[in-house]
C-alpha cells in the first residue's frame, strides 16, 4: 500500500507540473550543440600479475599452497592425486559424503588443491577450495558453517587470523579417542578470499598450540 501510494504521488506531481508548464509562455532553450570534449590518450594501465589476484585463482591452485618445510616428510592425503582434490574425495571428508557431495554441487564446487606432510609428531594437511560463486558466496558460508560446528564442541579455543577479515583458527584441547588407536589431538583453521576457501588441519600424539596453528594460518593466508 504505501509504495502504491508513492507511485500515485509522483504521478500526481508530474502530471500537475506538465499543466502548470503548459499554461506559461514558451521558454527558449539553448542551442543543442554544445562544445566537442576531447577524449583523453592513453588508458589506465593494467595491473601485473602480482597485482591482480584474479590472475592467481584462475592459475594452478596448487602453486599458492604453502611447500612442505624442510626435514618434514610428504604425506599422501585421501582422495587426493598429483595435488588435487575432486569433489568425490572432497564430500568423502564429511560425515555425510552423499550429501556433502550434493550440497556441494548445488554450492558451485568447482576445485580443490592440496597438500600435506609430516613431522616427528604431526600431520599438516592445507586445503584450497574454489567455488563458481555464480549463485552463492559458499566459501564465505562454509567459514559460518565451520564456525557453528566448532562452536558447539567441548573444550574448544578459537581466535581469529589476522588479515582475513572471517578466518578463525580453532584447538580442541580433548583428544579424538578411537578404539585400538593413540589419542590424537586437533586443531584447524579456516578463512575464505573471494572464490577460496582455506582450510589447515593439524594433527599430533601432543596438544597443538595456537601458535602452531596460527602460524600455518596466516602464512597460507598470506599466500592467497
Known sequence: ??????????????????????????????????????????????????????????????KLLLKRPKGAREAA?????????????????????????????????????????????????????????ETYLSAAGAVVEQASAEDARPATRSWPIPGTGDGTAYVHSRPESTLGYPPVYLAEAVASRGDLLMEVWVAGSRPITKEGIMDLAKRQAARL
Do not use: H, N
Not at 502504491?4 to 503548459?22: I, M, N, S, T
Not at 550543440?33 to 589476484?53: E, I, M, Y
Not at 600431520?123 to 563458481?132: M, N, S
Open 77 to 133: 592425503v585421501d582422495g587426493g592425486s598429483d595435488g588435487w582434490l575432486d569433489l568425490a574425495g572432497y564430500a568423502d571428508d564429511f560425515t555425510k559424503p552423499d550429501v556433502a557431495f550434493a550440497a556441494l554441487m548445488k554450492e558451485g564446487f568447482r576445485r580443490a588443491a592440496v597438500t600435506g606432510w609430516r613431522t616427528s609428531d604431526t600431520y599438516v594437511e592445507i586445503r584450497l577450495v574454489q567455488y563458481r560463486q
Open 1 to 62: 500500500m504505501i509504495a502504491g501510494a508513492g507511485a500515485l504521488g509522483a504521478a500526481a506531481g508530474l502530471c500537475g507540473g506538465y499543466v502548470v508548464q503548459a499554461g506559461r509562455a514558451p521558454t527558449r532553450l539553448p542551442p543543442l550543440s554544445q562544445p566537442v570534449v576531447r577524449q583523453a590518450k592513453g588508458g589506465v594501465p593494467r595491473l601485473t600479475a602480482a597485482q591482480d589476484r584474479r590472475v592467481k585463482t584462475d592459475g594452478d591452485l596448487r
